[in-house]
């Protein structure tokens, strides 16, 4: 028997809207420090392909209700006022009411907090004081009194957690240990993860004047965004030759490096971007290069496992 019209009507409606409210173009940023720390744990000789899919399962709900609560806890504190209704604005859009996107925000997580119990079952009691501090990191974010996106504190907490700590993190799950070559891969990560924040700055920078919430680009400029912006991803592709001068994991890392003449568009749009429009396509280069970056340096790390 057919399904109604009106029913596949709606229920492609509800897809697309939550299809936005996930805001699915900011994945990338928990995806990469997962699969770098995967690699490297199989290059170590210890990946588990059982634990892989869990972690990368966990670390993309967390990312989905960070945004969720985002979109919640910003329209409550604008209504909507003073904002450009992107697609992902689905409260102020009307395409999904408060309570959907803080019930979706509270499932998420709560899905979250489930494949997290499991990782700790299978992984012992520290990993469980990792998963707690990147849920309060993931909800104080946006939430709370004081944000920390609106008190300047984003860019800081966006390179630790989804730098050192996921990939870390990941390692860990994979291996049960740390070591020095994982945290020194992180750092690359933490610095094109974070390159992304600071074009979306950038972009929102008169929003985010409006609204009052503060950042780094909000206290010092456009001007200083946009070398931090250059100083991060300069840093990033300058630590992967470092890393591999150094032979702190393999030469493959160099692969990375292919990823640069995306960087080199990205910082062309960044520089010379004049309007808002020309500002989203900045951030949008930058996460293509996060992504195709944090791609290359995993597919370094399994040639030179491959090869080994």
Known sequence: MPLPADFLGRARFYGRAWYWAARPFTLSASVVPVFVGSALALHDGAA??????????????????????????????????????APYKVIAGGLLSERAVRLGALLVFGAAVAIGLALVALVGWPLLLLCLASLAAAYFYSAGPRPLGALALGELTVAVFMGPVM???????????LTGAAWLLSLPVACTVTAILVANDLRDLEEDRAAGKVTPIVLLGPGFGRWLWSGLVLAALLAVVALASAQVSAWW?????????????????????????ALGRALALTARFHLWFGALLSAGLLIAWATG
């Not at 392909?49 to 504190?77: C, I, K, W």
């Not at 990939?167 to 240990?177: A, F, I, K, Q, W």
Request: glycine residues 10%; charged residues 15%; without cysteine.
């Open 167 to 177: 990939v870390l993190g990941t390692y860990y799950v994979h291996t049960g240990t």
């Open 253 to 277: 890392l160099l692969v990375a490096l292919l990823a640069a003449p995306v960087a080199v568009r990205a910082a062309r749009a960044v520089f010379t971007a004049d309007s808002r429009p």
């Open 48 to 85: 588990s392909a059982v634990r892989f899919p869990l972690v990368l399962l966990g670390s993309l709900l967390v990312q989905v209700g960070t945004n969720l609560v985002d979109e919640y806890v910003d329209h409550r504190r604008t209504g909507g006022r003073g904002k450009l209704l």
